[in-house]
Every structure is written in C-alpha cells, then in structure tokens.
C-alpha cells in the first residue's frame, strides 16, 4: 500500500520568515496531495491540494509544489505569521488498493513572534 | 449547517466495554470515514464509506466495525474495547461517491479513553 513520510517533525521559525515541509510517497499513481492543517485542539481543515496533472499551486502565502519522477511534494508558507502555528499533514490518495487517503505523521510549525 | 458532527466528544471505558461513535453530516456528502489520530502517527484509516450501503477497511481497522445507517449517519463500533483503542477519532465527509480525491470535512473529534 501508500506510504506517505513527512519531513521535519518539527520545524521552529521567526515570524516572517519562510518555511518549507516535505513529502514522500511511494505509490506511482497516487495522483491527489492534500496538505491539512490543524490547530491545537481543533479539527485538521484542507489548506491546499495539488493533482498530478499541475507541478505548481498557490494560494496567498501558501504554495505547494510536486515532482512525480521523484515522488516527493512540499508546501512552502512565506512570511510566516503566529497564527500559521499547527500541525501540518500532508495526504496521497491511494487508489491502487481502495480509493482513500494516506496521511503523513505531521509537522508541528512553531512561529516565533 | 453544522457540518459533521460526532457524539460523544469525551468517554471513558474500562477494558472490555463496548461503545459506538456516531457521526453525522447535513451537507449530503456521499463518501464517510473513520480516523484515529495518535501522537506522532498522523491520521489513520480506520473504516471509510465510499457511498451509501458501502463500507470498505481502511489501514487500521480490527477491533471495529462501522455502519453507514443511511446517508447521513456512519456509526464506529468498539465491541472489547483494549487500551490500545486510547485515541482521539475523527470522523469526515467528502463529496464525491467513491473517491477521496476531494476535501475531507472533519467533525470535532472524539477522545477515548480505555483504562
């Protein structure tokens, strides 16, 4: 089956600065990348997602970017802000073996003010 | 339009017990699904619903059973519940009837405790 690995587990930055955190998957026709955010305590809520077809997508200061030779996707957040603070997840629709999402193990995204 | 909704949103059980999440939606989404969520393991499948009168196991499903009651309703079942049933459950929706190719809407969580 998929298997999603999701680098750092935690990543520490200064309030305007960018922040980057990226994806493997292992299954070739996976061809869906939600990225989900969930704040503490709260519920995970999509943010972004890309499919296979496009190698680029942004929206306001988030943007997500996917490379299918190498199978690895990365969302990019610039001039972070405090509120951007939360776990990240990033998903790989698996349809080889039942259509469903694999997630990540998340990125706890700590924004210093 | 309160989205998904899940009961209960705290339990405890003792070892052995047995309970049933419930979960429902009024956006008239077709697909329903069942997560856990542990520290440092993410989200995992436990049970998903592709459409009505359809279940399907996800990553993780023994020690449960679901039931899509109608097209609102998908319940989760722990029938012994074990302390490595300690977890926070999610359950979601999406729109479309057999894929999971689009947004996932997530209910409040529930938190379990097995003792």
């Known amino acids: 089956g998929e298997n999603v690995e999701q680098h750092p587990s935690t990543l520490s930055v200064q309030e305007g600065d960018s922040a980057v955190i990226k994806c493997t998957y292992s299954d070739s026709a996976s061809n869906y990348f939600p990225w989900y955010k969930q704040e503490l305590g709260k519920r995970p809520q999509l943010i972004i997602d890309i499919r296979s077809n496009v190698g680029e997508k942004k929206d306001q200061r988030i943007a997500v970017t996917l490379n299918k030779t190498a199978k690895h996707f990365s969302l990019h957040i610039t001039e972070t802000q405090p509120e951007d603070s939360a776990v990240y997840f990033c998903a790989a629709h698996q349809e080889t073996s039942g259509s469903r999402l694999t997630f990540g193990e998340g990125t706890q995204l700590t924004v210093n003010p | 339009n309160a989205g998904v909704t899940q009961t209960p949103k705290f339990q405890v059980l003792k070892t052995g017990q047995s309970m049933t999440l419930q979960c429902a939606q009024d956006m008239n989404h077709n697909s329903m699904y069942w997560y856990r969520q542990d520290p440092g393991m993410g989200l995992r499948l436990i049970y998903y619903s592709a459409s009505e009168g359809t279940t399907d196991k996800g990553e993780v499903p023994n020690g449960y059973n679901v039931s899509r009651l109608n097209k609102r309703e998908f319940s989760l079942r722990l029938e012994s519940a074990a302390p490595s049933q300690t977890s926070v459950y999610f359950c979601?929706?999406?729109?479309?009837?057999?894929?999971?190719?689009?947004?996932?809407?997530f209910g409040p969580g529930t938190r379990l405790t097995v003792l």
């Open positions: 979601a929706s999406s729109e479309k009837s057999g894929g999971a190719t689009d947004t996932q809407y």
